[in-house]
């Protein structure tokens, strides 16, 4: 399975009501990507690293789930500065780095980093469950709920299945190469993979209805309605609207 190494744990943000913590990341999330000020992205990206501090989640962790955005923001700092017009920054022969250029790319790189550390103080920290139970409180199809938690319980499994198809192949003397055959190869096992995914699927349906199973989300974890909840939501929410509203009178 997935690992939830962010689930375990005993901080604040733990405590909090899932639905709370889906509308929170959502708020916030949506507030930063709408931001076009650097100053004020920059006032977001404090508040994602004030969360991160208060679900007391260990920095070396975090950077590593960040490393694959890294790699991402590193393509937009190569080709956006030296592709976006305006007053040239820095010029070297026909090389002309723009001053937009570079202040786009550091409200991208900003708002990205920022809105990442917002789902993983807020929603990396809760369990897969626990996601699927705030998502059905807070009226999401419970199609999709299912969808979400049923991905997460067989993806491990599907990799699994490839693994031996590849494994299979290996043995018949398939060798991975950039030629025909090795395209052809993979597109069998991909297929087989398909085949493969569906017929389970079936089982595991057929299975579900011999158990009960009536198409509704039903779970043990109960989540009354307290103070810290709804104090740390219009929180969230005053402090994202309020900026919001900053952004407005600036421009």
């Keep these: 399975m997935i690992e939830e190494k962010f689930a375990a744990g005993r901080s604040f943000i733990h405590r909090l009501d899932p639905k709370i913590r889906i509308i929170a990341s959502i708020v916030l999330s949506v507030a930063t990507a709408l931001c076009d000020n650097l100053n004020l992205a920059m006032i977001y990206f404090g508040i994602s690293m004030i969360l991160i501090a208060m679900a007391r989640l260990n920095p070396v962790d975090?950077?590593?789930?960040?490393?694959p955005l890294f790699w991402f923001l590193l393509m937009i700092w190569i080709i956006l500065p030296l592709t976006?017009?305006?007053e040239p920054l820095?010029?070297?022969?026909?090389?002309?780095?723009?001053?937009?250029?570079v202040l786009l790319c550091c409200k991208i790189t900003i708002k990205s980093i920022t809105i990442l550390l917002f789902f993983t103080a807020l929603i990396a920290t809760m369990t897969i469950a626990s996601l699927g139970n705030g998502?059905?409180?807070?009226?999401?199809?419970?199609?999709?709920?299912?969808l979400i938690l049923m991905s997460y319980r067989y993806i491990s499994v599907i990799e699994a299945e490839y693994r031996r198809l590849l494994r299979a192949a290996k043995f018949r003397g398939f060798q991975p190469g950039t030629n025909l055959h090795s395209y052809k190869t993979?597109?069998?096992?991909?297929?087989?993979?398909?085949?493969?995914a569906s017929v389970r699927a079936q089982r595991v349906y057929q299975a579900m209805l011999c158990r009960g199973f009536n198409q509704k989300f039903h779970t043990l974890d109960v989540y009354p309605s307290n103070r810290l909840?709804?104090?740390?939501l219009i929180i969230v929410s005053a402090a994202s609207l309020s900026l919001v509203i900053i952004e407005i009178i600036w421009v």
């Design 62 to 67: 975090v950077l590593k789930r960040l490393k």
């Design 84 to 86: 976006f017009d305006g």
């Design 90 to 101: 820095y010029q070297y022969y026909g090389l002309k780095i723009t001053q937009p250029g």
């Design 135 to 146: 998502l059905h409180r807070i009226h999401v199809p419970d199609k999709m709920v299912f």
């Design 186 to 196: 993979f597109a069998y096992l991909a297929g087989m993979l398909f085949v493969r």
């Design 229 to 232: 909840n709804s104090s740390f």
